[in-house]
Each structure stands twice: as structure tokens, then as C-alpha cells.
């Protein structure tokens, strides 16, 4: 616990950290404005909703793309500055094992991850609902919440599946880290994505990008979702399977990252 609190004292110092959550929730309120100028000057034929309900819907909406990179680049960073200033020696002094440093900034990382999903539940939702109050814009009856916190829930199993990988990279990189980590936790989710344009279910069943969303469409048991969780990874690649593939990207890359870090002589790299 002593790790984690210290790191944490840490990191919430970093420009980068807080300056990207400010961005992101700033950001979202402003998209959220457009859309609200847009339905009050009638510029666009199918009208949004505003309100309770709607305002989460729109949480979700915004967040499942944000989710795709942002807290990947809080893991590159809480590791790759360490190596990038030379401060390996510092954390290390503690008689704590070399895996505990690295669990600690795994955990910071979800900690950030946290505070990403209240803070931009809070203003998103709750901006959206004094619009519903302001806007006469009449309720929406068809919106179904469950759907969207889903998408949510998968990108969160995206992210924790693939944060082992890139501190591993991070680690690999040594003193360019940073750089190779967050551009990785940006780009991978990108160029997996582009798998879909094959439609190929036996290379999308080996990624958690889509793992994770045939995971909870199989979950939801909405209408349609089974089917559409068959498109991405095959009829045959049932919810145990996903979870196993989703288990092997968190476990075997976070294996691999202990296995280099408890080798690597980081404090004779430092002098």
C-alpha cells in the first residue's frame, strides 16, 4: 500500500496526467454543447435528447472511443518516465520487490482509469441533464440504457487486457518508453480495428479489441447482440473462450514484463 500511495503522490503531479483529464472532460463538454445548439436551432432533422437518461447515453457514447487509447498512455507514462529521467534508482531503494513497483503503477494506472469514468460521468451526464431542463427538446422513450453501459464495460476490459502490453513495451524501449508506449496505446487499438475490414472471426478472436466486445454482446442478451458477437469472433467462440483470450493478453505480458524487470540491471543503467 506504501508503493501505491507513494506512486501516486507521484504521478498526480504530472502535467501530462491531469492536463489530459482536463482535455478529455473539457472536450466532451464541448462536443455536448454543439450537439445541444444544433437541436435548439432545429439545424439537423433527427433531434437529441436531453436529460437523465439520454445525458448517460451520451456518457457512454463519448467515452467508448476515449477509452480506446487515453488511459493506455497513463500506463506508458507512469512507467516510461522512470526510465526516460534516469529515476529507477530512487524508486528501487525500497526493500520491496522489483514485481510490487510494477503492480503499483499498473494499479495508479487504474486509479486514473476511475477517475476518468466519474469525472466525465459527472459533467457529461450531468451537463446533459440541465440542457433537458432548459431545451425544449421532448424525451426520448426508446432509450434503453443497458446497451451503452455494455460498450462501456468492454472498453474497460479492452484497456485492463491490454495495459500488461504496453508496460511491457515501455519496458523494452528503455530510455524511449514514453514515446513508444503511448504511441502503441494509441495506434494498436487503431490498426486492430482495421482487422474488421476482413471480417476474418479467427483473427478477431485473437484480440481483446474484439474479444471484449463479443464478450458482453453475448452478456447484454439484448436482441441481435449474439448474432452480431458471431460476426466478430464465430459462432463456436463462446463467452469462456473470450474470457480466456481476454486472461492470456493480461497474464502473459504482465509475466513477461516481471521476468525483464527482475533481469534488467536498471540501477548500474542509471549511473
Known sequence: ???FVA???KQRG?????????VVVLGGAMVIFVMAG?????????RQSFGWLPGVQLW??????ILAFVPLTFVAWGTGLEQSHDTWKMVLTRHSPRRDVLFAKLLVAGLWLVLLL?????VWSGLATALGWVLPVPPDPTIELSPHLYQVLGSVLRVISLAPSIMLLTLLARSNG?????LTGVLAPLAVNLTALWQEPSLNRLTPVFTSDALV??????PGAAEAADRLVGASFGSLACVMVLLAWLVLPLVGAFWHFERRDVLSESE
Open 7 to 9: 506512486e501516486w503522490r
Open 217 to 222: 454482446l453475448r452478456l447484454s442478451e439484448a
Open 38 to 46: 444544433l437541436d435548439a436551432g432545429d439545424v439537423i432533422s433527427t
Open 14 to 22: 504530472l502535467v501530462f496526467a491531469r492536463s489530459m483529464l482536463a
Open 1 to 3: 500500500m506504501s508503493l
Open 60 to 65: 457512454a457514447g463519448l467515452l467508448s472511443g
Open 118 to 122: 466519474a469525472s466525465t460521468f459527472v
Open 178 to 182: 514514453t514515446l513508444v508506449g503511448s
